[in-house]
């Protein structure tokens, strides 16, 4: 919503007029009454005027944004709450730009709701369309002064950042797969699952502190017992990106098959986390993108970092990959040979390696499946295309549920 052009609401713009009339008539007339209803009339709209447009400052708009990182097709909360400065003016409208890339409404008239003591919330959603760090605002509200008779729009604040990651597509769990899944275990932590009971109590032995005397046990054996947490093995996977730019695949545009990729990435990940596992998102020369994604915290951490994750023109320096015991699924668009070059052997390590290559016309999976990878294409964009190549490569049934 653009600034009004004209700095006079109707109602000001009447009574202006009307004061202009009546101070000419009256001075036509000769009667000093009339001009001087006339002179105070138009001084009285031009005073609302000058309040308004040099009263103070707009003041200052906080927004916050939820969830503060989100997936392409989610929605997105925003609430701008706006402290006015010295302004002595009422608020009307309000609006604030919304870039491409993000689809909603975010302009609208103040309601009583909205405004407290000291300051207005305003609310409103947003869906993310595209990938990206999209910049949002500023707001602009809409003055008006006590009686309603001049207006003005100032820009409060600055714009604001919304991170959209890749579209999130739910594939079936590794769990549906034939055979083994890769529940190899490369660690053991003092990680409680949650809800089992991972403590155990054993004899106490010189050296142990008393803070960890198991009071109930020692009074059931009736010697001095300890507290002792099981070490609990957690399962490892590793997602790899390869973001190098191919070249040009059947007509698509290496744009769109880099999108395509990061949208296989995140859900990947998102399966592997929720079947149990902590993923490690890397990229092909090895550089670590997110080391440890393990819950939902750790998933929107992905979703950031893949929010802004641009493709190169070509890998700095390859390094093999380290060696994986648990699942290790490589997405790559147009350069299946380099890719799976890059990961050196690990495929031979991984107890499920993977490997999703994106476009519709895609080389080199043959050999790819004779290095031991278990391949599927993903020829579409989208929910289906991807989650029939999942399916294919981990050896489960496909189902044609949600996205």
């Not at 709209?45 to 000058?50: A, E, H, M, R, Y």
């Not at 302009?107 to 949002?136: C, F, K, M, P, W």
């Not at 999976?365 to 399916?391: D, Q």
Request: with cysteine; aromatic share 4%; net charge neutral.
């Amino acid at each position: 919503m653009r600034g009004p052009l004209w700095p006079l609401t109707a109602r000001g713009t009447v009574l202006f007029l009307a004061g202009l009339v009546i101070t000419v008539v009256g001075l036509r007339i000769g009667l000093d009454a009339v001009v001087f209803a006339g002179v105070v009339l138009a001084l009285l709209v031009l005073s609302c005027l000058v309040v308004v447009w040099f009263g103070g400052a707009a003041g200052a708009v906080q927004h916050r944004v939820s969830p503060d990182v989100s997936a392409v097709g989610e929605k997105i909360e925003v609430a701008a709450t706006w402290t006015p400065g010295a302004a002595p003016a009422g608020l009307t409208r309000w609006s604030e730009r919304v870039p491409t890339g993000l689809a909603g409404r975010a302009n609208g008239i103040v309601t009583r709701a909205d405004q407290r003591i000291d300051r207005v919330t305003i609310r409103y959603e947003l869906t993310g369309t595209a990938r990206g760090d999209h910049s949002v605002g500023p707001l602009r509200v809409g003055l008006v002064d006590a009686l309603g008779l001049a207006r003005r729009m100032p820009t409060v604040g600055e714009a604001f950042s919304v991170l959209v990651g890749p579209e999130v597509h739910e594939l079936p769990s590794l769990s549906e797969a034939a055979g083994e899944s890769g529940g190899a275990h490369s660690a053991l932590s003092p990680r409680a699952v949650e809800g089992a009971d991972n403590l155990i109590a054993r004899p106490y032995v010189p050296g142990d502190s008393l803070r960890r005397v198991h009071w109930r046990a020692t009074a059931h054996r009736d010697e001095l017992m300890v507290r002792q947490e099981e070490f609990e093995s957690t399962p490892r996977a590793t997602v790899i990106i390869d973001r190098v730019r191919p070249h040009q695949t059947g007509g698509r545009s290496a744009a769109a098959d880099l999108e395509a990729v990061l949208a296989g990435a995140i859900s990947v990940v998102v399966r592997l986390v929720r079947d149990g596992y902590a993923v490690a998102l890397t990229d092909t020369s090895g550089t670590a993108l997110v080391p440890d994604i393990a819950d939902e915290d750790g998933i929107r951490s992905a979703l950031a970092v893949l929010a802004r994750l641009q493709s190169v023109h070509a890998a700095a320096r390859v390094s093999p990959m380290a060696a994986e015991l648990g699942p290790v699924v490589l997405l790559t668009a147009g350069r299946v040979d380099a890719a799976v070059d890059s990961t050196g052997s690990v495929a031979a390590r991984s107890s499920l390696p993977v490997l999703l290559a994106v476009g519709p016309a895609v080389s080199g999976i043959e050999r790819a499946a004779a290095r031991g990878w278990r391949t599927g294409v993903v020829a579409e964009s989208g929910a289906p295309a991807l989650r029939a190549a999942w399916a294919r490569a981990i050896g489960a049934e496909v189902t044609h549920g949600g996205s």
